[in-house]
């Protein structure tokens, strides 16, 4: 495989601080230690320059907003003609920076909120008001309807706020939210509270609300989606509750609207055999920046920092090709890609299957040779 054949990346993921106003009860940022942490400096973008209208993704691991050169950030993406997806909690919207976003070509907008009453979410989402949150996805419902921008509420469930999914979906529905996604809550940490909030003990009940939730969808005509990667499971498509796309359930009003996962779609949708999915082509299309400079390929793997270098010396690099040639030659590191697993492919993990939230299932695939030989050679074509 020939480097030079290699386009520019089309989607970039940016990850504009390494830290957070907030300290969410089941979120990685509350168990990191308390060290000072980085901020992406922006003098940096210069080395992105010759990227245009790529789809960034902006903030996906942090919170991007409280960076103090947030508007210049969004000067850039301006600027280089690019597609945006921010995801915040919402804490920094203020009338002028829901106005601003009106300028970019901003596609998806998703605000994070857990639970739906005040308690819980201000008991979750520890550093955040209830009412600041709800006015600020107001501001940006009547900012993106006027670029045609979808926006989206990110619920990450734990136990003790699964009951209040039903009327956040329908909380959300009223206030003109495209679509809410039902995250089920990973164990960041084992202090008791935080394993008391695990959904697999009460995974039983939590599915009954998850149907629950698609019948209201369904029968009172819901304009909002909901996605959950139950909805993609064997078990809820056997009850024929409503026929889901993908993990998203929604209802035949007309205004209802699939948010599309651009991330996934451009790294599995036009592969040609390069991971274990034998359609993941993400080292072809996709960078992501850290907030110290590095450009990640493969979600993890530094391949060099726009300290030193611009993103095409770094994305043509020894470094970069060296490992796009290794994924091609054995398929070791994508065997245990937890990024394809749980990043691209989330949907199609079986969740009554426990043993399918580990590489297993991956790795059973590298078993059989002539599998293994079909992906290493067309990988190669590429
Ligand atoms: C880490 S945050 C970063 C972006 C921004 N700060 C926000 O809260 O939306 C991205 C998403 O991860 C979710 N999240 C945080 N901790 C999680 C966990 N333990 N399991 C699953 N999702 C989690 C958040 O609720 C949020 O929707
Ligand atoms: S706001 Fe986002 S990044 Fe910050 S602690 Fe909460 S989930 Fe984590
Ligand atoms: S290591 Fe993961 S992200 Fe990289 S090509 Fe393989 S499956 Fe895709």
């Not at 992406?40 to 790529?54: F, K, V, W």
């Not at 369904?218 to 990667?229: D, F, G, N, T």
């Not at 499971?233 to 699939?258: L, M, N, T």
């Not at 394809?340 to 492919?345: A, D, E, P, T």
């Amino acid at each position: 495989m020939c480097s030079t054949q290699v386009n520019l990346p089309v989607v970039i993921e940016i990850e504009p601080t390494e830290h957070c106003n907030l300290r969410c009860r089941m979120c990685h940022v509350s168990y990191m230690p308390a060290e000072k942490r980085k901020l992406l400096d922006i003098a940096l973008l210069e080395n992105l320059r010759s990227l245009r209208g790529c789809y960034f993704i902006v903030g996906s691991s942090f919170e991007p907003t409280i960076h103090p050169s947030f508007d210049e950030i969004l000067d850039f993406i301006e600027l280089g003609d690019h597609r945006l997806e921010l995801i915040t909690n919402g804490t920094k919207v203020t009338p002028s920076f829901a106005e601003r976003l009106t300028r970019l070509r901003t596609e998806i907008v998703t605000v994070s909120f857990d639970g739906i009453k005040k308690e819980t979410y201000e008991r979750i989402r520890r550093g955040a008001k209830h009412e600041e949150v709800v006015k600020g996805v107001r501001l940006l419902r009547r900012s993106l309807d006027g670029v045609g921008g979808l926006l989206a509420i990110n619920f990450t469930v734990l136990r003790s706020s699964m009951s209040e999914m039903l009327d956040a979906v329908r909380f959300w529905d009223d206030i003109g939210v495209d679509q809410i996604r039902l995250i089920s809550c990973v164990l960041r940490g084992d202090d008791a509270a935080l394993l008391g909030e695990s959904l697999w003990p009460v995974r039983g009940r939590y599915f009954d609300l998850l149907d629950e939730i698609a019948r209201v969808v369904v029968s009172e005509q819901l304009r909002i989606s909901v996605r959950s990667p139950y909805y993609a499971s064997k078990s809820f498509r056997q009850k024929e509750i409503c026929e889901p796309s993908g993990d998203c359930i929604f209802s035949s009003d007309a205004g209802s609207i699939v948010i599309p996962m651009n991330r996934q779609t451009f790294q599995v949708k036009f592969g040609g055999g390069f991971g274990p999915g034998d359609d993941c082509i993400s080292p072809l299309v996709f960078a992501r920046i850290a907030s110290n400079g590095d450009v990640l390929l493969c979600n993890t793997i530094p391949v060099g920092n726009l300290a030193e270098s611009s993103i095409e010396d770094i994305w043509h690099g020894d470094l970069a090709r060296k490992l796009r040639q290794e994924i091609a030659d054995n398929g070791e590191k994508c065997a245990r890609c937890d990024y394809y697993k749980f990043c691209l492919k989330s949907n199609a993990i079986d969740l009554e299957d426990f043993s399918s939230s580990r590489s297993v299932k991956l790795s059973e695939k590298y078993s059989d040779d002539n599998a293994l030989k079909a992906i290493v050679e067309s990988a190669k074509r590429l």
